[in-house]
């Protein structure tokens, strides 16, 4: 999975910039400052920077070109709206891109996911498989024999979340934290109508068995243990707690 680095002095940014990303199938690691951030970049692999020009010590011009003379990493600066001199001041340092802040989560994606593709060719390669189901991240496609559909952003999100967990069963309250975390309230027939249209695609595609309802207990993609599966349920608590479910 894409792996991005956000380095930015602003919580509010960072909390709403990590939830939105997070959803979209990103991981994301940020922290405020530069000297944290190049020792972040040292012990590991991103395959993007987001940075602000403004940070707790140091500043992103000099951030971007410690970047750039060691490493290939493609670099998007956040900058206040109107600020010529940052966006000039960054696109000559080596930035590959700019956004103006306060900026739109839907552009600032595009321009991710556009950067990414330029930068690896590897856009078809950004993806998850399982049981012989291919989901690209950047292109929110699944695919099995062939046949390939569109998924929406929330049908992404929940495909990716059983994927990336696959062996565990992940309750619906889960599901709804993580897609939807910045809302107040969720009516619960919102994920109900993600589901059913998420079961829809991958019926189109050939696989109308592949989502599985746990009842009373949640959801799980596929997997010929499922004695094996409902053992490994973690123990959750409600929405409050954030999980963590290795991988197999």
């Given at each position: 999975m894409v792996r991005i680095l956000l380095v930015e002095d602003d919580e509010t940014?960072?909390?709403?910039?990590?939830?939105?990303?997070?959803t979209e199938g990103f991981i994301v690691e940020s922290t405020d400052g530069q000297k944290k951030a190049l020792e972040m970049l040292e012990v590991s692999d991103y395959d993007m920077a987001l940075l602000d020009v403004s940070l707790g010590d140091g500043n992103g011009f000099s951030l971007c070109s410690a970047i750039k003379k060691n490493k290939q990493l493609p670099v998007i600066f956040l900058t206040a709206s109107g600020d010529e001199?940052?966006?000039?001041t960054g696109?000559?340092?080596?930035?590959?891109?700019?956004i103006a802040k306060p900026y739109n989560a839907q552009i600032l994606l595009a321009r991710i996911q556009k950067l990414l593709a330029r930068t690896y060719e590897v856009q078809d390669n950004i993806v998850l498989t399982h049981?012989?189901?291919t989901l690209n991240l950047l292109k929110a496609e699944i695919s099995y024999q062939g046949n390939k559909k569109s998924l929406t952003k929330n049908e992404l999100g929940i495909l990716r979340l059983l994927m990336?967990?696959?062996?565990?069963?992940?309750?619906?309250?889960?599901i709804i934290d993580e897609l939807w975390q910045s809302e107040q309230f969720i009516d619960e027939n919102t994920l109900n109508v993600n589901i059913v249209r998420l079961r829809k695609a991958l019926t189109e595609i050939g696989l109308p068995d592949y989502l599985e309802t746990k009842r009373g207990l949640g959801y799980c993609v596929y997997s010929r243990g499922?004695?094996?599966?409902?053992?490994?349920?973690?123990?959750?608590?409600?929405s409050v707690q954030r999980y963590q479910v290795s991988e197999r």
């Open positions: 940014i960072v909390r709403t910039l990590k939830d939105f990303l997070q001199f940052s966006v000039v696109l000559d340092l080596g930035a590959d891109d700019y049981k012989g189901l990336v967990n696959k062996g565990n069963i992940i309750p619906r309250d889960a499922r004695r094996q599966q409902e053992l490994h349920l973690c123990d959750w608590t409600d």
